[in-house]
């Protein structure tokens, strides 16, 4: 079975830090998403990653496939990014998004 | 409004009881998925439909079945509820190329 851990399960940084959320899985994996939920509860796919590395705004994520483990990096952090986010991950032979995920890595960033 | 729409947003029931959630995708989206976020279980996938066939199962307990129409919109029945249904229960869509949106959701509580 394959297993998604996120660490850390809360993380309370300053505004204007750099912030790293990182994630590891147990088993070959053809995909791996980080998603963005909102405290309303709205969900947003942020990225979409196979292999490298994907850069969105102040938003970058990275994965290294052999060590089955990606990072989520914020740079320039601000209150707006506070949010839940969610590693999730499709292995091979399953659809795009037949995810298995994360319990989640709670950023709260103070003004 | 992320292009796909759920229906009801909030959902209030008694146990033993029967639901229908409903959801309409993203235009052009052929792809459905349904999802579950309970406080204890985290976000589980449940079930995939693509263009009315069932394409994939998840966690889907056997009280629990969907369907998707030929206009595209799914439906997700949950009957003889339970307490432990209470949950979040979300749709998404996707189409080839085309990273997926997820609905606002409907919370459902079950009393």
């Known amino acids: 079975k394959n297993e998604v851990e996120q660490s850390p399960q809360n993380l309370t940084a300053q505004e204007g830090e750099f912030i790293t959320i990182n994630c590891s899985y147990s088993v070959g994996i053809s995909a791996l998403h980080w998603l963005q939920q909102h405290p309303g509860g709205g969900i947003v796919s942020l990225f979409m990653?196979?292999?490298g590395k994907k850069k969105h705004g102040r938003l970058i994520a990275t994965i290294n496939i052999q060590e089955k483990h990606s990072s989520l990096h914020i740079t320039a952090s601000h209150p707006r990014d506070s949010a839940v986010y969610i590693c999730a991950v499709s292995y091979s032979g399953a659809g795009s998004y037949q995810l298995t995920f994360g319990k989640g890595t709670k950023l709260s960033v103070i003004p | 409004d992320s292009g796909v729409t759920q229906t009801p947003k909030h959902l209030i029931t008694a146990t033993g009881q029967r639901v229908t959630l409903r959801c309409s995708p993203r235009s052009g989206d052929l792809s459905v998925y349904w999802y579950q976020q309970s406080l204890d279980q985290g976000l589980q996938f449940l079930i995939q439909?693509?263009?009315?066939?069932?394409?994939a199962k998840g966690n889907i307990l056997e009280r629990f079945s969907a369907q998707q129409f030929p206009d595209l919109h799914s439906e997700l029945n949950l009957s003889s509820l339970e307490l432990g249904d209470s949950a979040l229960y979300f749709c998404a869509s996707s189409a080839t190329g085309r990273r997926v949106t997820f609905g606002s959701g409907t919370r459902l509580t079950v009393v």
């Open positions: 439909y693509y263009n009315g066939e069932e394409r």
């Open positions: 990653l196979s292999s």
